[in-house]
């Protein structure tokens, strides 16, 4: 199984950016489709975007498309989700997740990310 560990949160005013880190080790980290969910305060955790095994598909939650960018280094076993433009309201806690069935043909679906990391805080500031 892929463990994960993500980082690079922190607080930041609006209109600033973040780059998040997700470091995978474990099994072979390159065969796996990951994401990026987030859960803010008092609200449930909600997709934010997905990048296939092979980096060539993406795609993104309406509400930060245009404005995050999820990419993958498979020679470093890490994930990123670079945040620009960041509003209030993407205050939340942001985790790395992986779909642990590997070699999909399909970019998984949001219910199918099964494997997760402990999360890092992300805080925007008016």
């Known amino acids: 199984q892929v463990q994960l560990v993500e980082s690079g949160g922190g607080l930041v005013q609006a209109g600033g950016s973040l780059r998040l880190s997700c470091a995978a080790s474990?099994?072979?980290?390159?065969?796996?489709?990951m994401a990026w969910f987030c859960q803010g305060p008092g609200k449930e955790r909600e997709f934010v975007a997905a990048?296939?095994?092979?980096?060539?598909?993406?795609y993104y939650a309406d509400s930060v498309k245009g404005r995050f960018i999820n990419s993958r280094d498979s020679a470093e076993n890490t994930v990123y989700l670079q945040m620009n433009s960041l509003k209030t309201e993407d205050t939340a806690v942001y985790y790395c997740?992986?779909?642990?069935?590997?070699?999909?043909?399909?970019?998984?679906?949001?219910?199918?990310?099964?494997?997760w990391g402990r999360g890092t805080q992300v805080t925007i500031s008016s």
């Open positions: 474990g099994l072979t980290y390159s065969v796996y489709d």
């Open positions: 997740a992986a779909d642990s069935i590997p070699l999909k043909p399909q970019i998984s679906l949001p219910h199918e990310f099964d494997s």
């Open positions: 990048i296939s095994w092979s980096g060539d598909s993406t």
